[in-house]
């Protein structure tokens, strides 16, 4: 998993309430057994029309819209199933940071595990992003070390994360390269054991 310290990038508005997992990845796509390719598919009911035609009203089809690294959402956000292609579809599609008053707490795990920072700000501060990145272009910066995103008009905000993911995303760390920073206190321990089972054999 890659690190994260900062991003400047395009920041893009999906003014939506509990905007779920299905709605995010819908269940026909979940068959495929890769963990990439998925973001052709990201909300997917949304930016096609019924005839497969591209449905030029959608947020993220809009030509001032492409290229964002940075979605601005709405409460409520990841709400629904728990399947984790939901996060590998933002991901895929170019998102790195969500920005929303809240998340459910399972796609918020997922997120976090999968090197996606999602950032909990105020309702009075989403307000103010959701408006700001209705108009392109946009432009956010995100620091995880710092723990702040701004622009360059003088928003500020300061967002919360707990210091274990903190340092996981900030090392890019995922949990199984965690484990095996232990690898040789697991072997001692297994060594330890083994000559026990050995002895009393």
Not at 159 to 172: A, H, K, R, T, V
Request: one cysteine or more; a negative charge.
């Amino acid at each position: 998993m890659s690190s994260f310290k900062e991003l400047t990038g395009k920041a893009v508005a999906l003014d939506r309430t509990n905007v779920d997992t299905d709605q995010i990845i819908p269940k026909q796509f979940l068959k495929r057994i890769e963990k990439t390719g998925f973001g052709q598919y990201l909300f997917y009911d949304w930016r096609y029309k019924p005839d497969g035609e591209l449905n030029e009203d959608f947020e993220l089809n809009q030509v001032q819209n492409q290229g964002a690294s940075i979605l601005i959402a709405n409460e409520n956000f990841g709400c629904g199933s728990s399947r984790e292609h939901a996060p590998w579809a933002l991901q895929d599609y170019g998102f790195n940071v969500i920005i929303a008053p809240s998340f459910a707490d399972i796609f918020y795990q997922n997120c976090l595990k999968n090197g996606i920072l999602p950032i909990v700000l105020s309702e009075a501060e989403v307000t103010y992003l959701l408006k700001e990145a209705a108009t392109q272009p946009y432009k956010l910066t995100v620091s995880l070390e710092q723990k702040c995103v701004c622009d360059k008009d003088g928003f500020h905000a300061s967002f919360e994360i707990s210091p274990y993911w903190y340092n996981m995303l900030l090392n890019g760390w995922d949990e199984i390269e965690l484990t095996l920073q232990l690898e040789g206190r697991i072997t001692e321990y297994e060594e330890k054991f083994k000559k026990r089972d050995q002895a009393s054999a």
